[in-house]
């Protein structure tokens, strides 16, 4: 399964709100769909899983949706601190394989 | 605290074996739970999942880099490990380690990451 991410780039201020896209090239179980913020010089950290739940610690501004084929990550209010990339990952079963979206990078305007 | 630790090499020379382990504290490797993975990040791209390991020994790799790799457990030093063959310089990147949770189906916690440089 191809996971396509998009936009590539988005600039955007503080204060704004953002809504990330993660299209599958087939059905994926919403159980199984990830989103994670990467930062500069950091590891991925994990923000939303099972498509819509919050990660231990991640603010409420982070909310995940969607099902089938499209997901989306919408950030309510830009902090100074999401600018960051993120990435969208999903499990398959058949065959056992992780993928991971190209990532978008949120940049700020 | 769990923390995962990536050490080995930084340097591989080209058609060469890269061999990094992972260190698990703060919990046991022997979890029903988890898996545990190999992630890498090629310089100013995207993340590649290259294969996991269950705590059993059960083993599943990206079929882009199966021919290659090997990913082994040691349960009784809390350690996993991956061996990555005949790399050439595409293989450079920052290698992560992360659990990956069955019970959340993400990867919650993952390693600071070690680049490795696949260089003559």
């Known amino acids: 399964i191809v996971l396509t991410q998009s936009p590539g780039t988005l600039s955007l201020s503080p204060g704004e709100r953002v809504t990330l896209s993660c299209r599958a090239s087939q059905s994926v179980s919403s159980s199984y769909l990830a989103w994670y913020q990467q930062k500069f010089g950091q590891a991925p950290r994990l923000l939303i899983y099972?498509?819509?739940s919050r990660a231990t610690g991640i603010p409420d501004r982070f909310s995940g949706s969607g099902s089938g084929t499209e997901f989306t990550l919408t950030i309510s209010t830009l902090e100074p601190e999401d600018f960051a990339v993120y990435y969208c990952?999903?499990?398959?079963?058949?065959?056992?394989?992780?993928?991971f979206g190209q990532g978008t990078k949120l940049e700020i305007k | 605290q769990l923390q995962l630790q990536e050490s080995g090499p930084g340097l591989v020379k080209p058609s060469e074996t890269l061999s990094l382990t992972c260190t698990v504290s703060g919990d046991s490797i022997s979890s029903s739970s988890y898996y545990w993975g190999w992630i890498r990040q090629p310089p100013g791209k995207g993340l590649e999942w290259i294969g996991s390991?269950?705590?059993?020994?059960?083993?599943y790799y990206n079929p882009s880099l199966k021919s290659r790799v090997t990913i082994s457990v040691d349960t009784s030093k809390n350690q996993f490990s991956l061996n990555l063959t005949s790399v050439p310089a595409a293989d450079t990147a920052v290698y992560y380690c992360?659990?990956?949770?069955?019970?959340?189906?993400?990867?919650?916690?993952w390693g600071q990451g070690t680049m490795v440089t696949v260089s003559a």
């Open positions: 992360a659990r990956y949770s069955r019970v959340i189906a993400a990867f919650d916690i």
């Open positions: 390991i269950y705590f059993g020994g059960s083993t």
């Open positions: 099972g498509a819509s």
């Open positions: 990952q999903q499990f398959g079963s058949s065959p056992r394989v992780y993928s």
